[in-house]
C-alpha cells in the first residue's frame, strides 16, 4: 500500500499542506481555520436554497433523537461527529463503496473547514431510491426520520447530500470530480460543435430502473433509427462508465428523460435553459424530434449546450460541493432537539484510517481527493428559503417550458410519419 512519509510541506501560495501520516491513525492536521481566513462577499449558487425546503419538515418541530431512531432500520450507517472528531456506527453492507467514499468525503469537508461543523449525529441511506414517503407523515409535525441519501423526488422527504462519486468511483475508474471536470474541459476542445455526431448517445447499466431498460428500445435497429446510439454496460464489467453529471458537462444539448428523481444540484437547471426534456412514456419518437430539432436549430442547441457545461463548470464545482454539505449539516444540526453522543461499538475514523490500508486505485483516488489545506476562505454565502410564490413561479416555468417541447413534438409527428415500432 506504500507509506506517506511527508506530513508536511509548503505550497506555492505559502500555505502549509498536509499529507497523510501512514500509518500513524491521527496527524497534526489544524483543529481551527486560521485566524486570517478570509470571508469573501460571495453567494453560494442559487440550487442552495432547497438546503431549507429539504429541511422544512423539521423547522417547527426540531429534530428529536426518536426521530433519528425511526430511520435506524432504513439506513447504512450512523455518522457522529464530536468534537470535530468522526464516529461511524456500520450498520449494513453498502453496494460497492458507497459508503466509504461518502464517509471519505465528509472528513474531508472537516479538513477544508477544521473547526467549523457543530456536533451532529445523522443516519445514511446509501441506495438509490427514496425511501422516507410523505404519505406516511401527512400531519403537519409529524416527526418523518431525517435520512440522508443521495436522491429524493417530490412524494418524498429523504434529505439529498452530494453522491459517493465526486471523490472517485473506484469499481468504474471513475476518477475525483475536480480531475473528471477539468479532462471534461479539455476534450470539449478538441471536437467544435459543428463536428459532433447528430445522434443521442447515451451509456449505462440499464438494469438500475426499469425506465432505463426501456429506454433500449429506442436504440437503432434493422427496421428503424432513432437517432439514437445506446450502450449497455453492466456493472461487472465496466472499464468505465458516465453518469448524468458527467454527460451534463460534454458541452452538448443535454436531452433529459423526465424522471421523479433529483440529486442535490439538478433542482436549479431549467428545461430549455440547461437541457431539453425528454418524454418518458414515448421515449423513443420523443428522442427522435429532439435530434431532428437540435439538427435543424443549430445556434439555439448549441446554446443550451453550453449553458448546461456553464452550469456544471462553475456551479459544480468541487469548492461548492464542500459547501452544500457544509451549509446542509450545519442547518441540519441547528435543528437537532439532543445531545450528539457516540454510540457503543462506533468507531473513530480519519484520512489516515481510512486511506492508508488501501491498495490500488481505491487509494489512488483518496489521494486524488485528498483535501491537503485548510480553505483560505469560509463558505459561500447560504440564500435565503424561497418564498411560496417563488416556488410556484419556479415549478410553473420549467412546466410551461416543457409543455411547450411537447406542443412542438405533437405537431412534428402530426406532419411525419411515425413507424408503430413500440414509443
Known amino acids: 500500500s506504500g507509506v506517506v512519509s511527508i506530513s508536511l510541506v509548503k505550497t506555492s501560495r505559502r500555505q502549509e499542506e498536509f499529507l497523510l501520516r501512514c500509518p500513524s491513525p491521527t496527524a497534526d492536521y489544524p483543529t481551527r481555520q486560521n485566524k486570517a481566513t478570509q470571508a469573501w462577499n460571495r453567494s453560494c449558487p442559487s440550487y442552495f436554497r432547497w438546503i431549507h425546503e429539504d429541511l422544512r419538515h423539521w423547522k417547527e418541530s426540531g429534530i428529536t433523537r426518536e426521530m433519528v431512531e425511526r430511520g435506524r432500520r432504513k439506513a447504512d450507517f450512523r455518522l457522529v461527529i464530536v468534537g470535530g472528531r468522526v464516529y461511524v456506527d456500520k450498520y449494513r453492507p453498502a453496494i460497492q463503496t458507497r459508503d466509504v467514499y461518502t464517509q471519505w468525503g465528509i472528513l474531508q469537508l472537516l479538513r477544508l473547514y477544521p473547526g467549523s461543523l457543530p456536533d451532529l449525529e445523522l443516519l445514511f441511506d446509501c441506495d438509490d431510491r427514496p425511501r422516507v414517503l410523505a404519505k406516511d407523515f401527512p400531519r403537519p409535525n409529524s416527526g418523518p426520520p431525517p435520512l440522508f441519501r443521495y436522491c429524493s423526488d417530490g412524494a418524498s422527504l429523504d434529505l439529498v447530500f452530494p453522491d459517493w462519486s465526486f471523490w472517485g468511483w473506484a469499481e468504474t475508474n471513475i476518477r475525483p470530480w475536480k480531475n473528471v471536470l477539468e479532462d471534461i474541459k479539455q476534450g470539449n476542445k478538441r471536437r467544435k460543435w459543428k463536428d459532433r455526431e447528430p445522434y443521442a448517445y447515451w451509456r449505462g447499466n440499464p438494469n438500475v430502473a426499469p425506465t432505463r431498460g426501456d429506454l433500449l428500445k429506442c436504440n437503432l435497429s434493422d427496421n428503424y433509427d432513432w437517432n439514437a446510439r445506446l450502450f449497455k454496460i453492466y456493472i461487472q464489467g465496466w472499464a468505465w462508465s458516465v453518469s448524468e453529471k458527467y454527460i451534463l458537462a460534454c458541452n452538448s444539448m443535454v436531452l433529459y428523460v423526465r424522471s421523479a428523481y433529483h440529486d442535490f444540484f439538478s433542482r436549479g437547471m431549467s428545461p430549455l435553459q440547461h437541457y431539453w426534456p425528454i418524454r418518458d412514456n414515448t421515449k423513443c419518437s420523443s428522442l427522435k424530434y429532439a435530434v431532428e430539432w437540435g439538427n435543424n436549430h443549430s445556434e439555439e442547441a448549441q446554446g443550451i449546450g453550453e449553458a448546461g457545461s456553464r452550469y456544471v463548470f462553475e456551479e459544480m464545482k468541487m469548492e461548492f460541493v464542500y459547501d452544500y454539505m457544509f451549509h446542509l449539516l450545519t442547518e441540519y444540526a441547528k435543528l437537532l432537539r439532543f445531545k450528539p453522543t457516540v454510540p457503543p461499538g ?78
Open 346 to 423: 462506533a468507531v473513530e475514523v480519519s484520512p489516515e484510517t481510512m486511506a492508508c490500508h488501501q491498495n490500488g486505485t481505491y487509494k489512488k483516488f483518496m489521494m486524488e481527493s485528498l483535501v491537503r489545506s485548510p480553505s483560505d476562505s469560509v463558505p459561500c454565502n447560504l440564500p435565503p428559503a424561497f418564498d411560496p410564490n417563488e416556488l410556484r413561479d419556479f415549478w410553473d416555468g420549467n412546466d410551461k417550458s416543457i409543455k411547450r417541447v411537447e406542443a412542438w413534438e405533437d405537431e412534428y409527428w402530426r406532419t411525419h410519419p411515425k413507424p408503430n415500432l413500440g414509443s
